[in-house]
């Protein structure tokens, strides 16, 4: 379920110390992959993107940008499964604000916290779409 005001994302108080343990390290390895700034992310917008199988080990590893679901797939497959060097080559700073309002509902809650800590500009969007 995704977080919202009547369903608060727990907090490392609200758990035992394994589990705030183990949520603190799946938090920081995502922390750890982000780009510096969004101004880093220079991703294509257009054409077919191919992703190599570290990132799409699981599926669809080829997806055209023309298409919003497959474009929202690549995206939601980046942030999951991307590493630091990955982020800017496949995202793009532009792509990445347009589709956040959207895309922050189909990554895990995780992503969307650590994403949206780092970077303000992704909240605000989201507060402005709604």
């Known amino acids: 379920?995704?977080?919202?005001?009547?369903?608060?994302?727990?907090?490392?108080?609200?758990?035992?110390?394994?589990?705030?343990?183990?949520?603190?390290l799946y938090r920081e390895k995502f922390r750890l992959r982000l780009p510096e700034s969004l101004d880093e992310l220079h991703g294509p917008t257009q054409g077919v993107v191919e992703l190599p199988l570290h990132l799409a080990w699981s599926g669809m590893t080829s997806y055209d940008m023309s298409k919003p679901r497959q474009r929202?797939?690549?995206?939601?497959?980046?942030?999951?499964?991307?590493?630091?060097?990955?982020?800017?080559?496949?995202?793009?700073?532009?792509?990445?604000?347009?589709?956040?309002?959207?895309l922050r509902t189909l990554?895990?809650?995780?992503?969307?916290?650590?994403?949206?800590?780092?970077?303000?500009?992704?909240a605000s969007r989201t507060q402005a779409a709604a």
């Open 1 to 24: 379920m995704p977080s919202s005001p009547q369903h608060p994302a727990p907090t490392a108080s609200d758990l035992s110390g394994a589990v705030a343990e183990d949520l603190a």
């Open 107 to 122: 990554v895990g809650r995780t992503v969307r916290t650590v994403w949206e800590d780092a970077f303000p500009q992704l």
């Open 72 to 102: 929202m797939g690549l995206y939601r497959t980046v942030l999951h499964e991307g590493l630091r060097d990955d982020l800017p080559r496949y995202l793009n700073r532009d792509l990445l604000l347009q589709l956040w309002p959207v």
